[in-house]
C-alpha cells in the first residue's frame, strides 16, 4: 500500500505492461472472435403495446455512504443508507406538455417523493446495549426493519414483509450462529422470525440474521459492502412491500395504471441471495390476482446502468461496414442463457444463468430516440421463469415496456431514463425523509378513479 499522496511512477507501470509473466498469462487466457460464436443476438423488432400505458410510474432507487466519526476509537465509521421512491404523474406531464411553457413549479408536481434512511454501525462504533460492532450492527438491522412504515394508515412494518419472505426462503441447511465471528460459538441453526436466542451460546438472534450480512462486516476497516447489500435488499424488499399494501388495501385492480422502475437488475446477490427466490415466488402469486382483476400481467423493470452487459451492447451496436448500428430503433433483443454463456460470461456450467440470484431476465432494447437500454423483466409465471426461449408472447406486457422506454428516455444522461434520474436524486440528496409515498399513490389512484 502507498503512503498518503504517493503514487506510483512510469516505470512500475511499464515494468507490468512489458512483463514476461503478463504476456505468458495472456497467451494462456481465451479470445472471443464473434465469428466462431454459435451463439447470437439478433435483434427484433419491439412489438406494440397491447394496453394502454401505465399513467403513474414509481421508481425506486438507494444511495449509501460510509463517513468517518469522531467517538475517541481510531478508524470509527457509520454507515449511512436511503432508498427513495418517485412517483411520476404521466398524466399530468401530458397536460403540462399541452401547455408550454410550463412553470417549473408546475412540472415539479408531477413527481412526489419519499425516502427511507439509517444510519448504521460501521468499524469500532459498538452501541451501549452490546459488546462488539458486528452486534451493533446486527441490532440496529433489526430494528430498522422493524421501525420502518410505508403506509401511515396501515401501519405496515416493513419486517412484515421480510418476514413473509423468509417463510419462503428455500430451505438449506441451518447457518452458523452470528457470534461465531466474535465469541467462537459454532451452533448451527434455523433462523426465525422475530427475535430469539441461539442454543448454544445463549445470545440474542434477530430474523434480520438470515440475511447474512454481518458476515462480511468488518469491525476494522470499510464496510461500504455490508451497507450495499443492505440497500440491495431495502430496494428490492420495498417494491414487494408496496405490492403487498395494496393488495391488503384491494388496490390491486388497480395495478394496470402503475408500472414500477427498480434501478439495477431483478437479483439480489450476495449472503441474501436467497431473498430473489423467495420474491419470485411472492411475485407470481401477487400477478395471479392482478391478471384476474386486469386481464394483464404487472409492468415491472430493474435497469441497469453499467455492469459486462451494457458494456457488452455497446460493443454489438457499432456500426457495420454499411454505416448501420447492430441495432436499429425500437428492436431488442432478450437475451438467452447460451448466448450468455458463450459470448457475456465465460463459464461452463449447467446452471442457468442467475439462477440462484435473478428474479427476471435480461433483454437490450434500442429506444426510438437512439438510447440503450439493459434492462430485466421479472417472472410473473411458470412458463415466464425461462431462459431458453425467446418467444416474447410469454411476456404480455412486454411492448407496453419498451414503449414506456421509448416515452421516458432523459435527455440529462445518456442512456437515462427520467425516473430512474428523479428517484437516485432523491436517494442522494433525501430532502422529503418521513413522507409516505404508499399514500400518495393511493390518493391519486382514487382521484384518476373518481375521474
Known sequence: ??????????????????????????????VYH??????????????????QL????????GSRAEVDVKIGYPGAKIG??????????LALIDQLDKQRAVEPKKFRETEKASAIDAAFPGSNVVTRRQTSARASFREELYDHFHDVIIDEEEKLPLIDTYEAMLELKPQHQDQRCPYFETDGCEQHLNIPSGTGECPGCKRPVYSTDALRIHERFNDLGSNDEAFGYVMQVWERLLLVHLLRAFEKRGMLDQMSKLAFFLDGPLAIFGPPAWLSAAISTELKRINSIVQIKTSTDLVILGVEKSGAF????????????????????????????????????QTSSKKRYGQDTYFGRKFFYKTQSGARIVASIPFLTNEQDTLDS???????????????????????????LMPLVSAHAHAAIPLHLGKKVLKQLAQALMREESD
Open 1 to 30: 500500500m502507498p503512503y498518503k499522496g504517493e503514487f506510483a511512477g512510469y516505470q512500475p507501470l511499464r515494468r507490468i505492461t512489458e512483463s514476461e509473466r503478463v504476456k505468458n498469462l495472456l497467451r494462456r487466457s481465451k
Open 34 to 51: 464473434s465469428s466462431s460464436a454459435s451463439a447470437t443476438s439478433i435483434p427484433v423488432v419491439a412489438p406494440d403495446s397491447l394496453n
Open 54 to 61: 401505465p399513467i403513474f410510474i414509481l421508481a425506486i432507487d
Open 80 to 89: 449511512y443508507c436511503t432508498v427513495a421512491c418517485v412517483l411520476i404523474d
Open 310 to 345: 451494457f458494456t457488452h451492447f455497446e460493443e454489438i451496436d457499432q456500426m457495420d461496414d454499411s454505416g448501420q448500428p447492430g441495432f436499429a430503433p425500437r428492436t431488442y433483443s432478450l437475451i438467452m442463457d447460451e448466448y450468455i454463456k458463450e459470448v457475456i460470461q
Open 390 to 416: 425467446d418467444d416474447i408472447s410469454l411476456y404480455p406486457q412486454f411492448g407496453t415496456t419498451c414503449a414506456l422506454l421509448d416515452r421516458l428516455v432523459s435527455s440529462r444522461f445518456p442512456n437515462a
